[in-house]
């Protein structure tokens, strides 16, 4: 079958890397793709938030299954212009509707179906400009550190943790003014839990689901989990503070909960959930959902998932998961994330990459990258993600982080102790 995936970062990646190692794949396009997608199918050019551009390319190709990969068209109601479309509504599309990827479109949404359905969650209010004088009467008594959220999607920028009761009302009253326009619209103002991080993933059709490999991710730019936030640093899967009683307290009290929910509020659901947990003590708590696959999760969760992609897609596309055994390696992933000179601020573009051929014992998936007559190029803040699958987790960390210094780009750097925190 003719497949086409959304998106272009090293999730995007990891995901084309999979499907290509299918026999049910006849050919993979991905759009708009990154320097390094093309070895696994054909990039297009075209913008997945351009339903229209989508649309043509699926028609032209007799494209049979569609993947979205970010959040963005998901959000916009890509699956819907699908199902809205008589000469698209037969065509699968993993990645749920825009009433489910409001899950992440809306945090104040996510709070109440969390409160809702009796999912564990920091306590939390929300505010908007007509009542902004209650929100800063209330903040002037919460407990400190306080956590604002920008509502909407803000490119992973929305979230503040501040220490002092002036500096939040500020800050209520700069998000509430536009400091993050339309997504700050509404703020949450929330409970800040003290913990240690955790993602976990599962894939649902809407009556069953399939858990995924969990893992972790190193958010800071700086060694030592210092400095700035990033998009993601790097992960490593399986995490070894989850234990197999943690995680099926996450099964119980979050994943049945949320996809009973969902159904409950009759919200047909296709696609990933990726649950933003944090274990307080020996308890979980959801910080936020996503409609999709975590970056840089992927790229250590996807190496370890030993069950044919493309298969477990069609199996959710036609709700057919509850007959499916996932098959997980026992291996150790870790992933280290090489970034751009500036990165998170402002960063340099077209560096000329040399050293790839010269990786070991990893996986090179590319994720701001070009490719320039054959010449592979940085093109985004995070460029590389070097993923290693090995028997320990020792061994996987010590394997990633070797093959990322054996790569070269002017400005390149990367984390040397990510997960190392974990031994």
Same mark, same amino acid.
């Given at each position: 079958?003719?497949?086409?995936?959304?998106?272009?970062?090293?999730?995007?990646?990891?995901?084309?890397?999979?499907?290509?190692?299918?026999?049910?794949?006849?050919?993979?396009?991905?759009?708009?793709?990154?320097?390094?997608?093309? $070895?696994? /199918? #054909?990039?297009?050019?075209?913008?997945? =938030?351009?339903?229209? &551009?989508?649309?043509? %390319?699926? *028609?032209?190709?007799?494209?049979?299954?569609?993947?979205?990969?970010?959040?963005?068209?998901?959000?916009?109601?890509?699956?819907?212009?699908?199902?809205?479309?008589?000469?698209?509504?037969?065509?699968?599309?993993?990645?749920?509707?825009?009433?489910?990827?409001?899950?992440?479109?809306?945090?104040?949404?996510?709070?109440?179906?969390?409160?809702?359905?009796?999912?564990?969650?920091?306590?939390?209010?929300?505010?908007?400009?007509?009542?902004?004088?209650?929100?800063?009467?209330?903040?002037?008594?919460?407990?400190?550190?306080?956590?604002?959220?920008?509502?909407?999607? $803000?490119? /992973? #920028?929305?979230?503040?943790?501040?220490? =002092?009761?002036?500096? &939040?009302?500020?800050? %209520?009253? *700069?998000?509430?003014?536009?400091?993050?326009?339309?997504?700050?619209?509404?703020?949450?103002?929330?409970?800040?839990?003290?913990?240690?991080?955790?993602?976990?993933?599962?894939?649902?059709?809407?009556?069953?689901?399939?858990?995924?490999?969990?893992?972790?991710?190193?958010?800071?730019?700086?060694?030592?989990?210092?400095?700035?936030?990033?998009?993601?640093?790097?992960?490593?899967?399986?995490?070894?503070?989850?234990?197999?009683?943690?995680?099926?307290?996450?099964?119980?009290?979050?994943?049945?909960?949320?996809?009973?929910?969902?159904?409950?509020?009759?919200?047909?659901?296709? /696609?990933?959930?990726?649950?933003?947990?944090?274990?307080?003590?020996?308890?979980?708590?959801?910080?936020?959902?996503?409609?999709?696959?975590?970056?840089?999760?992927?790229?250590?969760?996807?190496?370890?998932?030993?069950?044919?992609?493309?298969?477990?897609?069609?199996?959710?596309?036609?709700?057919?998961?509850?007959?499916?055994?996932?098959?997980?390696?026992?291996?150790?992933?870790?992933?280290?994330?090489?970034?751009?000179?500036?990165?998170?601020?402002?960063?340099?573009?077209?560096?000329?990459?040399?050293?790839?051929?010269?990786?070991?014992?990893?996986?090179?998936?590319?994720?701001?990258?070009?490719?320039?007559?054959?010449?592979?190029?940085?093109?985004?803040?995070?460029?590389?993600?070097?993923?290693?699958?090995?028997?320990?987790?020792?061994?996987?960390?010590?394997?990633?982080?070797?093959?990322?210094?054996?790569?070269?780009?002017?400005?390149?750097?990367?984390?040397?102790?990510?997960?190392?925190?974990?031994?």
């Amino acid at each position: 079958m003719n497949i086409l995936l959304l998106g272009s970062g090293g999730r995007e990646s990891a995901l084309a890397w999979k499907m290509s190692q299918s026999p049910l794949k006849t050919q993979l396009f991905i759009a708009p793709g990154n320097g390094g997608t093309a $070895a696994y /199918g #054909k990039n297009i050019n075209l913008n997945p =938030n351009n339903f229209q &551009a989508v649309k043509d %390319l699926v *028609l032209k190709e007799n494209i049979e299954l569609v993947v979205v990969g970010p959040e963005e068209p998901l959000v916009k109601g890509i699956h819907d212009f699908f199902l809205e479309d008589p000469d698209l509504a037969a065509i699968p599309v993993i990645g749920p509707k825009k009433e489910g990827a409001i899950l992440e479109g809306s945090k104040d949404f996510s709070k109440q179906f969390m409160q809702r359905h009796g999912i564990p969650t920091a306590a939390s209010r929300s505010f908007t400009k007509e009542n902004l004088e209650e929100g800063l009467t209330y903040l002037q008594n919460h407990a400190l550190p306080i956590v604002l959220k920008a509502d909407g999607l $803000a490119a /992973g #920028k929305g979230v503040l943790i501040l220490e =002092n009761h002036d500096e &939040a009302q500020q800050e %209520l009253k *700069l998000m509430l003014s536009g400091k993050f326009g339309e997504a700050g619209t509404t703020v949450v103002v929330e409970e800040f839990l003290s913990g240690i991080e955790l993602s976990v993933f599962v894939l649902t059709d809407g009556e069953n689901y399939v858990i995924l490999p969990e893992a972790k991710d190193y958010k800071r730019i700086g060694q030592g989990d210092t400095g700035l936030n990033t998009g993601g640093m790097g992960s490593v899967s399986p995490v070894p503070f989850a234990t197999k009683a943690f995680l099926d307290e996450v099964e119980k009290d979050i994943i049945v909960p949320t996809v009973q929910g969902l159904k409950k509020d009759n919200i047909d659901y296709t /696609g990933f959930i990726f649950f933003g947990l944090i274990k307080v003590g020996e308890k979980p708590f959801v910080i936020e959902y996503n409609c999709r696959m975590g970056d840089p999760e992927t790229e250590s969760v996807i190496p370890r998932i030993e069950n044919d992609l493309v298969e477990l897609f069609l199996a959710t596309a036609g709700k057919k998961l509850k007959a499916v055994k996932m098959n997980i390696s026992p291996k150790h992933a870790a992933t280290v994330m090489i970034v751009a000179g500036g990165y998170p601020g402002d960063y340099e573009k077209g560096k000329t990459i040399t050293g790839l051929e010269n990786i070991r014992r990893s996986t090179a998936f590319h994720a701001g990258t070009i490719a320039e007559n054959s010449v592979i190029k940085s093109n985004g803040g995070r460029v590389l993600a070097i993923s290693s699958l090995q028997d320990s987790q020792f061994e996987a960390l010590q394997s990633a982080t070797a093959d990322a210094a054996r790569i070269y780009f002017d400005g390149k750097y990367f984390r040397e102790d990510i997960g190392f925190d974990l031994m």
